[in-house]
Structures are given as C-alpha cells and as structure tokens.
C-alpha cells in the first residue's frame, strides 16, 4: 500500500473517533439541557452518564494517541511527543529486536532447513518463460558487446595477435610437424601421382608439343622425318614414364622425393637459418596491405553475420545457447551431490554473513531511525500504526461511556438500598 493509501485511510479513522467524541458531546448537552428543562425521562439521567463518562474516555485516549507522535494541541506537556524525543533509543531497540528474534542462529537456522536454494534455482531455470528471459538477457549483452567492437579494431587486433605469435612461437617447427604429417598420410605421394597423370594426359593430347620441341633443338641439316621420329620416341618414352609414376605402385623417382622431403623437413625444424627466414616470411606477409586488406574484409563479415544471428531469434547460435542451457538444467536435475552441496553451501555462507553482521545490522537500523529527522520518523510510525490507534480513540469513548454508565447505575442502586 502506498503512502497516500495509508494516509488517507489513517485520516479517515480519525475522523471516525472525533466524530464519536463530538456525538457524545452532543448527547451530553441534549440531556443535560433536557434535564434542565424538567424532562422527567428516566432514561435521561443514564444517557448523561453515558455520554459524559463517553467523552472523558474519548479524550483521554485522545491525549494518549497523540501524546506518542506529537504535543497534544501544540502544548509542550512532560512525557508527550514521546516519539520524537525517543528517537535513538527506538532506533536501537528496534535494531536489536529484529537482530535478536529474527537474526537469531536458532531462527535462521530453522528457516534455512527448509529452504532449497537448489530447488528453486531448478524450477526457475526450467521454467521456459525465465529460459526466453536469460536467453533475451544473453543476446543483449552479446549484442552490445559485438556492436562496440568494430570490424577495423578486431582486424587489427588479430593481426597484433598473430605477429606476437609469429615473434613468439617456433614456425618452422610446426611447418615440419604439419609436413611430416602430411607425408604419413601420403599426401605428397598422392600428389605426385596426380600430376604424372595430368603430364601423361597432356603429352597424349599434344603430341606435336613434343615434336615441335625436338625440331627447335634440332640442327637444320637433319631430315624432319628423323626429327619426328625421335620425338615420337621421345613421346613414348614420357608417357611410359608418367604412367609409371602415376600409378599406385612404387617408383625410384617418388621414392627419392619422399626421401628428400623427409629430409627437408628434418633440417627446416633443426636450422636456426631456415626458422629466421619463415619468421621473416610470415612477419611480412602478415604486415603487408593485402593480408590487412583480406583481414578487414574477413572481420567485416564475420561481424555482420555474428550480429544477424544474434538478433534472430531462430538463429543457430540462439537456439545452440537453448539447447545448452535446457542440458545444463535437465544435469543439474540430475545432480543430486551437486545441489546438496550447493544448498549446504548456501546455508552455512548465509549462516555466518548474518551472524558476523548482525550486530553491523542492528546499528545499521539503529543510526538509519537516528537519522531521520524527528517529526519525519513520528509520522512514518503515524502513519503505519496510527489506524489501528484509532480504534484505541473509538473502544476508549464506547467502553469508558459503559463504565461510566456502570458506576452511575451502581450509585443509584445503592442509594436506593440504604
């Protein structure tokens, strides 16, 4: 409830009370009048005991009211404004009630038993609307943190990158290795097949290559029909020899090149020469305009296409970050060590905050109502208790008309016995 709520309701019950007070002083008057005009209604004199016991009852409860949040009447009677002069002592007092019944080691821990941080870490974690929320939650940020980066920034941040890593790591090392590997698996081999078999189709298709050759090496007092002859001797001999390299099987020449490649790459990972010009090679292509050039472009749409997937909600990577989270949730189900664990934790870390602050607590509260101004602290209490004080006002008229109706009917009837 509002603080114009809870005002306008304390008004109106003061309202209620005053108003009852004033029917009793208008009762009073009607029946002392009447009395005074000889009415002779036996009611009358009970009905000014009422009303007159009514009001000293009304006001009295009235004063005490008042007396707790203000001066009755602005009058600066001793024991009133009893708020406002007490203030400090209120604040402390209420800072250690509420330290020593609800901060209690014996009052935490009782409610902390029952409580299952796990438990409902599970429910809100699986429910699907709080998984849309952390979701939406997650591609904001991810957004933002994408939208702040700019494509010539990450650009130049990779090729920083990359030359510390060119100065720092050892390339030629990892040439050989990547050769190495390369040559286990038979890529080298396979390589030289396929170009025997593209020579061997090219010779095929041209053979007048061959012999155009032969005659333009050939002396001029030769006969062309012997030039021909050798290169189509020439032209076997070649196709022959593709052939042989171009098939499966083993061949002294891919053998000699296996073995020199092996050799190569022995010698590049052991030459410091050889490790100073690849490090030299890759400083400069990585600092020239066109890796620069091909880095920006290569950021640029990396960039636009990261952002379109955040931004749809359909998107891989959205629905990559679903599926993970909802297997994050169903294992943690699961995991009936870990969420033991976890509330364990949680209620000793809570146990111990409390129970080394709880005295920084009741001061806290304690210099926060010390704080406040006093006219300001008497109305804040005003207005949360004094509706309820009302019905002091209003149970003070009703039952003090009562008692004095009581002690008026008690005089009498003794008067009447003796």
Known sequence: ????????????????????????ACLFLLSEILIQKRYQWISLPYIKAFSE?????????????????????GIKIPHTNLIQKSQERIGNNLGNF???????????????????????????????????????????????????????????????????????ARISSLVSDVGTFALSQGFLEK???????????????????????VRKESYAFIPKFIDDGVAKKITVALLTF?????????????QEILLRADSFLLELKTSPNKEASLQNLAYQLLQSNATKGS?????????????????????????????????????????????EKLD??????????????????????????????GKELSEKLELEVGKDLQFIRINGTLVGGLVGLAIYTASKLLFYIL
Request: glycine share 4%.
């Open 1 to 24: 409830m509002s603080g114009t709520d809870k005002k306008r309701q304390l008004q109106h019950h003061k309202k209620i009370a005053t108003g009852l007070f004033l029917f009793m």
């Open 191 to 213: 390589s030289m097949e396929k170009i025997a078999q593209y020579c061997e189709a090219y010779i095929e298709e041209h053979p007048e290559f061959v012999q155009a050759r």
């Open 295 to 339: 880095l920006e472009k290569a950021m640029l749409r990396f960039h636009q296409v990261l952002l379109h997937q955040i931004q749809n909600e359909d998107s891989q990577i959205i629905q990559k970050l679903r599926s993970s989270l909802q297997i994050a949730v169903s294992e943690f189900g699961k995991n009936t060590e870990l969420k």
């Open 242 to 254: 593709f052939k042989e390299i171009g098939s499966t099987g083993p061949h002294p020449l891919k």
């Open 53 to 73: 016991a009514a009001m000293v009852g009304a006001l009295a409860d009235w004063f005490a009211v008042t007396a707790l949040f203000h001066y009755p009447l």
């Open 98 to 168: 509420i330290v020593e019944n609800f901060l209690s080691f014996s009052t935490l821990k009782t409610y902390l038993r029952k409580f299952k941080l796990s438990a409902r870490i599970e429910e809100i974690a699986g429910n699907e609307k709080y998984q849309n929320l952390l979701l939406k939650f997650i591609a904001s940020q991810l957004e933002k943190l994408i939208t702040n980066q700019k494509p010539e920034e990450l650009s130049k941040w990779v090729q920083e990158t990359l030359l510390n890593e060119v100065q720092n």
């Open 344 to 373: 364990n934790q949680f209620r000793t870390s809570v146990l111990k905050i409390v129970i080394e602050y709880r005295q920084k607590i009741a001061d806290a509260i304690g210099k926060t109502v010390a704080s406040w101004e």
